[in-house]
């Protein structure tokens, strides 16, 4: 289990792993917590309180296409957004 903090202030950011800062750990330690991390994410995956669409846009975008027309109903424009992986 990891306590994992973010701190922000006055311009400064922060990210500390139980009380170590992320820049600290090695990459050991980066490995370790990124499979932690996966793993639970798997976790809310399967118990529903995680979306795979959160993740994937942890990933840069490759396309956005906007429909030239909106809504009849409600006016929205729609957007399709790609991620080639």
């Known amino acids: 289990m990891y306590k994992i903090q973010e701190n922000q ?30 793993a639970e994410y798997k976790k809310g995956l399967k118990d529903g309180t995680c979306r795979l669409i959160d993740f994937i846009e942890c990933f840069q975008q490759d396309n956005s296409v906007y429909s030239e027309d909106s809504c009849e109903c409600c006016g929205d424009i729609a957007i399709t957004t790609s991620w080639i992986i």
Do not use: P, R
Request: charged residues 25%.
């Open 9 to 38: 202030a006055c311009g400064n950011y922060c990210i500390l792993i139980n009380d170590k800062s992320i820049k600290d750990l090695s990459e050991k330690e980066t490995t370790k917590l990124l499979n932690h991390l996966f």
